[in-house]
């Protein structure tokens, strides 16, 4: 893990009265992320109505999701109690872990009328 570049540490103090590090992100990361993001929301707008074209986007997103959880992140996770402490906590305090929710085909089919559901099946 390479703190220096990606993450700077604060003190906070547990129940025990222990300083434990919390993670804060860089400023040039964040800055990053949100020029990301951006771009991503530019690129889906650019394809509002594009089905295929909105979908693909949306497999890009969760391949690279399950690339850096699966490769990236793994080799990263705490190797210490405070480290892990720090985790946990980000985890409780911003909302949990990332996770890429599927649509239901019901969801999928929504705009149709019901007779041509029934048409389908």
Do not use: C
């Not at 690129?43 to 890009?60: F, K, N, S, T, Y």
């Not at 997103?61 to 720090?86: G, K, M, S, V």
């Amino acid at each position: 893990m390479n703190d220096d570049k990606n993450v700077g540490e604060n003190q906070i103090q547990n129940e025990f009265g222990r300083s434990l590090p919390t993670v804060v992100l860089a400023q040039d990361f964040l800055e990053a992320l949100e020029t990301l993001e951006a771009s991503l929301q530019t690129l889906a707008q650019d394809h509002e109505g594009d089905a295929i074209a909105l979908l693909a986007l949306l497999r890009r997103l969760e391949a690279t999701h399950i690339h850096i959880r699966d490769t990236l992140f793994q080799a990263a996770l705490p190797n210490n109690r405070q480290r892990l402490y720090a985790l946990l906590k980000d985890i409780e305090v911003e909302g949990g872990w990332p996770y890429i929710p599927r649509m239901k085909l019901q969801r999928l089919l929504t705009n149709f009328p019901d007779e041509d559901i029934s048409r389908l099946f």
